[in-house]
């Protein structure tokens, strides 16, 4: 499963309340399908002196008693009340042991019939129901092997059900859903679809819903004939019927886990395409279609390269890909049918530089990790989600060059550490509170650096052989992380265990601090690394093998950074530890682990800024990136001049770091000419915006050239943001000629525009395209409008909170629209707040009475919200 940016709307949404702005690192692009976990922040638990000496609670995996071989669905659908009508037959043996019960997952069903199916005919059973689980009487009791057939005539009521506060990255627990069903959004399609992960599906058909649980389906699904249906599968037949409706026969023969089911329903572009003969589907929507296979950018290539780096050949019928309004996650593997959420759609002038591909290999790796081999318990997600981070690496190596994973393993590296500052926990955790906890930046960042450690250690051919041994003994079965290390151990013949322990059983990662000095006498390096780490929530000592490169003279190097270094493989096993090496000369640089591949914090106690600059000018992407944040700080000449040289870095981010960490007035000819020649549309966007501070008007017609030629939006965007510094008015212009675009890069320069101005005539502008912004710019676009307000007349401010709260309370919504409008009508109360403080005694009553009026209002929107990740953001408030 893929992610949404939650901890990032977290803060824009206290950012915009509190009037404080963000810098982006612009060493890290953020990921295009806006994944929550590379940035996560979580509480941290609190015990009590009594719970630290209690034995924690454990998260067994399921004990499986009855084996599911089947599932046959027929579904209809009310839409006016949102309910599935349904019908299921089951078929079981017991797992084991002799069996005369049977327990399902149901949650908020309506029951009509429990019966068992023999010879075509149904007998009726007793059973209980609590609203979560149907408890069944088999009537007599059955032996291993011995097959029987439920069948349960129900209607499930999703959007009934009460829900709880869900997972950083789940944020809806019904399992199907409605969207606009009444169709009360003329601008919003109607759609159906689900989200099974993780036992959400069992609110819409009766299953035992557990991970390590897997069967063969079949679904019928009847619908309105203008409705397109996808399931997992097959579609094996389509008839219509004489009452205008249409039922579709789906039909998926390889057994898969219950909650990777699914169904999406709607009216969609579909563009059929093909890969080695198998059937594959790009859906859209309808103004899409021309792009569809550019917004799922790559997918046969990903299904050649997986299937040739696994050794095993892609396993599955077919592969189809779905885009669905307001889903509740990022993007969902559901076996041969992944769901993704609106953003990936795209027009092609958003997809220059700006690709879906991360998310693409993401959910397509899972067929393997995750849908042939799955976890058995959500204590073990991290087999199923680790390789699917791990697949974006091993993606953007193959297609874009070492560079470009290097530049994703960062981010990721980052997510976790963020994360690990207030809580740490195993990779394979027994003790969560709640599943969905599990999807966090362990399971998936850490994991994927892992399994980058791992690969590295014992090198490509036998970490790629594990695969597939792993893959070919377990394929079609649930899975634990020892069966992972013992596929490696089978295949390099080491006992590994010390590697699992520490890093998938153990918490946290090792704190290192590295120090170097040069003996002339003795001719010789001494590196000493120390593990500074807290034992309480880390390894008190890790085993690290990891290298040494230095660098001296060498008798065949032709320039100054020509010269190969030596390497010298250790293993860091004690707290602190000092190494010896021989060399022929003061060395120019003494790089530990050089390419950066352990898991961990540092600090390097020794290294001087002439050995950052020799790192920068002979390392690869990671020795660049670090060096030049080492010099960044720096004001000597070298250091600026290695920046300005930085600028032409052969990797696009480290060329945007260089040119925002320069002085604009300074390399504004390097900056115009990156603006007008680079070959990134971020790098060009990033220099025009520096081109703007510098307030040099022979700049003009690089920024006007930008609006009026370039093809990608955020490089438009960026023009415009110039041009504002440079010439307001032509700008303003320019402005009110693009106010019809609805690409975010443009209405966000904008935005602050408009807000410099102080003109709340512009007020309505915002209000109108805030309606129309279904991504996560809306954000900060509203920032502009939170200004303006502050320079409304009390009655002007007033009417716009009204207006505000309407699309606030307004639940057919986007959800994100509805929180950033209550975080506008919360700004507002935070900036009269504020002038309790210098106002006269005699106005504070009134102003006092005013704020009392807007909490009201903010009482009211609270009261209304459905969505519990929308009131967990409203308790910041």
């Known amino acids: 499963m893929n992610r949404i940016l939650i901890f990032a709307l977290l803060t824009l949404f206290v950012a915009g309340c509190t009037g404080t702005k963000q810098v982006t690192d612009t060493l890290i692009v953020a990921d295009t399908e806006f994944r929550q976990l590379d940035t996560m922040t979580v509480s941290a638990p609190v015990f009590t002196e009594e719970e630290r000496y209690e034995r924690p609670d454990y998260q067994e995996t399921y004990h499986r008693k009855n084996d599911l071989i089947h599932t046959a669905l027929d579904l209809r659908f009310d839409w006016s009340k949102q309910h599935v009508i349904g019908q299921a037959t089951l078929d079981f043996k017991p797992y084991f042991y002799p069996m005369d019960q049977l327990v399902l997952d149901a949650k908020g069903f309506d029951i009509r019939k429990v019966a068992m199916v023999t010879g075509g005919q149904k007998r009726d059973l007793k059973y209980d129901y609590d609203n979560l689980q149907i408890t069944i009487d088999l009537g007599r009791t059955y032996q291993p092997n011995e097959e029987y057939s439920i069948f349960i005539d129900y209607t499930a009521k999703p959007n009934e059900l009460e829900e709880t506060v869900p997972s950083d990255a789940i944020q809806g627990e019904k399992g199907l859903y409605f969207i606009n069903p009444l169709k009360e959004d003329p601008d919003k399609p109607m759609q159906i679809w689900t989200q099974g992960e993780t036992e959400y599906n069992s609110c819409w058909f009766p299953t035992i819903d557990k991970p390590n649980e897997r069967c063969t389906q079949e679904m019928r699904l009847t619908v309105e004939d203008r409705f397109r249906t996808l399931s997992n599968g097959l579609l094996k037949s389509s008839n219509k019927n004489p009452d205008g409706t249409r039922t579709d026969y789906w039909v998926m023969d390889k057994p898969h886990a219950p909650y990777l089911f699914m169904l999406t329903i709607g009216e969609f572009a579909v563009v059929k395409d093909s890969w080695n003969g198998m059937p594959m589907e790009y859906w859209v929507e309808e103004d899409y279609k021309d792009v569809a296979a550019d917004i799922y950018s790559n997918t046969k290539e990903m299904l050649t390269f997986f299937s040739d780096i696994t050794g095993v050949k892609y396993p599955w019928q077919k592969y189809s890909q779905v885009v669905v309004r307001d889903f509740v996650s990022g993007a969902m593997e ?3 049918g992944v769901i993704f959420y609106e953003q990936i759609q795209k027009d092609a002038r958003e997809l220059i530089d700006n690709h879906n591909e991360r998310i693409v290999a993401h959910e397509l790796i899972h067929h393997w990790f995750g849908d042939l081999v799955t976890c058995e318990s959500w204590s073990n997600l991290a087999l199923n989600e680790s390789f699917a981070n791990y697949g974006e690496y091993l993606w953007m190596e193959h297609k874009y060059g070492k560079e470009e994973a290097e530049n994703h393993r960062l981010s990721e590296t980052r997510g976790y550490m963020n994360q690990a500052k207030v ?7 027994f003790e969560y509170d709640d599943k969905e906890d599990m999807f966090d930046a362990h399971s998936y960042n850490k994991g994927g650096a892992i399994l980058h450690m791992l690969r590295n250690y014992i090198g490509d051919d036998a970490f790629f052989a594990g695969w597939n041994r792993y893959l070919t003994e377990n394929e079609y079965t649930d899975v634990e992380a020892h069966e992972l290390r013992l596929a490696y151990e089978d295949v390099t013949g080491q006992d590994l265990n010390w590697f699992f322990d520490q890093w998938f059983f153990t918490a946290g990662h090792p ?6 000095e040069y003996d002339e006498l003795r001719n010789e390096v001494r590196v000493t690394i120390e593990q500074t780490q807290n034992a309480e929530d880390n390894a008190a000592v890790y085993r690290l093998p990891m290298a040494i490169d230095i660098y001296t003279d060498t008798p065949q190097a032709v320039g100054q950074y020509d010269q190969k270094p030596t390497r010298h493989n250790i293993v860091v096993d004690q707290r602190k530890q000092t190494f010896t090496f021989p060399v ?51 004001k000597s000449d070298a250091a600026k001049k290695v920046m300005k040289e930085a600028m032409n ?14 002085t604009p007035a300074d390399d504004a000819a390097t900056l115009a000419k990156l603006a007008k020649n680079d070959k990134h549309s971020q790098v060009r966007a990033g220099a025009l915006m520096m081109l ?9 017609s690089v920024a006007k050239n930008a609006i009026d030629n370039e093809l990608p939006y955020a490089c438009v965007g960026a023009g415009l943001d110039a041009l504002a510094k440079l010439d307001k008015a032509e700008a303003l212009s320019y402005a009110t000629k693009l106010e019809n675009e609805s690409n975010a890069d443009i209405l966000i320069a904008i935005s602050k525009m408009y807000a410099e101005t102080g003109d709340t005539k512009y007020m309505p ?20 409008y939170d200004a303006l307000m502050t320079q409304a007349s009390p009655e002007d401010a007033m009417a716009a909170i009204g207006r505000l709260s309407e699309v606030s309370t307004d639940m057919s919504q986007w959800q994100w629209r509805r929180l950033v409008a209550t975080r506008s009508i919360f700004s507002y109360r935070k900036y009269l707040e504020s002038g309790l403080e210098v106002v006269d005694e005699a106005t504070k009553p009134k102003l006092q009475g005013v704020i009392d009026e807007i909490n009201k209002t903010l009482e009211m929107v609270r009261s209304k919200e459905t969505s519990p990740r929308i009131l967990e953001f409203y308790k910041q408030m």
């Open 511 to 516: 704190n290192l601090e590295y120090s170097h």
């Open 584 to 634: 022929n000369g003061k060395p120019h640089l003494v790089n530990v682990d050089p390419d950066k591949v352990t898991l961990c914090e540092k600090k390097q106690m020794s290294k001087d800024e002439s050995e950052y600059i020799y790192q920068y000018y002979t390392g690869g992407f990671m020795d660049r990136r670090e060096a030049l944040e080492a010099l960044s700080a720096s």
């Open 649 to 662: 870095d052969s990797y696009w981010t480290l060329r945007n770091f260089a040119l925002n960490a320069c």
């Open 692 to 700: 703007g501070e510098t307030g040099d008007a022979q700049y003009i």
């Open 334 to 336: 559901n076996t041969t």
């Open 423 to 429: 809580f740490k926990h195993p990779l394979i955790f």
């Open 765 to 784: 502008f915002f209000e109108e395209k805030m309606k129309g912004m279904n991504n996560f710019s809306v954000f900060g676009f509203m920032e502009g």
